[in-house]
C-alpha cells in the first residue's frame, strides 16, 4: 500500500510562507489525481489545491495567486507552497493521491498537518 507522510506544518504570522511536504512511497509515475485538502475547526473538509495527471493544476479561489502545488518527480513528493498566509488559512491540511489500477479506485490520505496563521 502506498504510505503518506506530512511534513511542514506550524505557526506563522499573517503575510508569512510555509511550504508543505508530502512524501509518497510509491513512484508519481503510477498516481493519478495528487491533491491538498483542509479542514478547519468546525468546518467542512475542502479542496485546496489540485494535480491531475493530464488536466494540469487547480486552486480553490480564495488561495489563488497565493498557493502554489507542485511534484517532485525524482523524490516523490508533493509539495503546497503557500505564501501570504491570512488567518483564514488556519486549517488542518492533507494531503491526498490515488492511483486507477485495472478496475481499482485507490485512494490514499495523510494524516494531516496543523497550519495556524496568527498574530
Known amino acids: 500500500q502506498v504510505q503518506l507522510v506530512e511534513s511542514g506544518g506550524g505557526l506563522v504570522q499573517p503575510g508569512g510562507s510555509l511550504r508543505l511536504s508530502c512524501a509518497v512511497s510509491a513512484s508519481f509515475y503510477s498516481m493519478n489525481a495528487m491533491r491538498w485538502y483542509r479542514q478547519g475547526a468546525g468546518k467542512e473538509r475542502e479542496l485546496v489545491a489540485d494535480s491531475t495527471d493530464g488536466r494540469g493544476t487547480s486552486y480553490l479561489d480564495s488561495v489563488k495567486g497565493r498557493f502554489t502545488i507542485s511534484r517532485d518527480y525524482a523524490k516523490n513528493v508533493l509539495y503546497l507552497q503557500m505564501n501570504n498566509l491570512k488567518p483564514e488559512d488556519t486549517a488542518v491540511y492533507y494531503c491526498?493521491?490515488?492511483?486507477?489500477?485495472?478496475?481499482?479506485?485507490?485512494?490514499?490520505w495523510g494524516r494531516g498537518t496543523q497550519v495556524t496563521v496568527s498574530s
Open positions: 491526498y493521491v490515488d492511483q486507477l489500477l485495472e478496475s481499482r479506485h485507490l485512494v490514499y
